[in-house]
């Protein structure tokens, strides 16, 4: 089992297990900037795992589809084998981050409805945004993307109140899909390392490693998203 490593990215490891099914392993490491800045947490794998198995988990029992089966161990998810889409797309509730930088809003100003954003997931081009003539040129078709974004939109509304059940504001993230047996589903992982998330305004996600915190620091935050969200699941 686990022989064949099909891909390693910065943060996983997927293996082909059988056909139609891979097995992703979360690593350790957190990088930023593109990869320019880079770390080994020990122990945020597994926190990572675990988050993204809660989420998927809800999403699957609110009529979201992920690629979650099960979980295999500390580190490792049982997933289906998607062919995935070459595309990023965020959600965001809140200006922050790369919005700021299209938009007159202040930092921080609730948005008055969700804003969803297309990038195309290539390191050479350095993921610039798309619009729908972009994505159709990608051979993203017309119906797809209202899927995409409808699934997209739903899986917001459902967060947010988990999020915010947990006592967290979701400010944005990011999601990657895929297609199985010709049904789209949502891929990769769920984890502060793809979302934005505040406790009391503060960031407990990514960003603390952005500004430069140490890895004590990251885990605690990590660490403290997954007890809240075990908490408002069981
Ligand atoms: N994000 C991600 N991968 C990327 C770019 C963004 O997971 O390659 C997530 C990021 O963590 C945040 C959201 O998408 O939750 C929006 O990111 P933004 O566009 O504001 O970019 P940033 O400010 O992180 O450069």
């Not at 993921?127 to 003539?133: K, R």
């Not at 047996?181 to 996600?205: C, M, T, Y």
């Amino acid at each position: 089992m686990e022989g064949n490593v099909v891909r390693e990215g910065k943060t996983k490891i997927l293996y082909k297990e059988k056909p139609g099914e891979l097995i992703m392993e979360f690593k350790d490491s957190i990088t930023a900037m593109n990869g320019r800045l880079k770390e080994t947490i020990p122990g945020k794998g597994e926190v990572c795992s675990k988050i993204t198995e809660i989420i998927f988990s809800h999403l699957e029992k609110n009529g979201v589809n992920t690629h979650f089966i099960s979980r295999v161990s500390e580190k490792k998810l049982r997933v289906k084998e998607l062919e995935m889409y070459p595309i990023e797309v965020v959600c965001r509730n809140i200006a922050f981050g790369s919005l700021l930088k299209r938009l007159p809003l202040r930092s921080g100003e609730e948005l008055k409805r969700p804003v969803i954003e297309f990038y195309y997931k290539s390191d050479e081009l350095g993921d610039p945004m798309l619009n729908e003539d972009h994505l159709a040129i990608l051979g993203v078709s017309e119906s797809e993307i209202k899927e995409i974004r409808g699934t997209t939109l739903k899986t917001n509304e459902l967060l947010k109140e988990l999020f915010r059940n947990a006592g967290l504001k979701l400010v944005d993230f990011k999601l990657e899909f895929g297609k199985y047996k010709s049904n789209i589903l949502i891929g990769d992982e769920f984890s502060p390392d793809n979302f934005r998330a505040w406790l009391e305004n503060r960031p407990v996600d990514k960003d603390l490693f952005r500004m430069g915190e140490g890895r004590d620091t990251v885990i605690k935050a990590y660490l403290e998203v997954l007890k809240r969200l075990e908490k408002v699941v069981n």
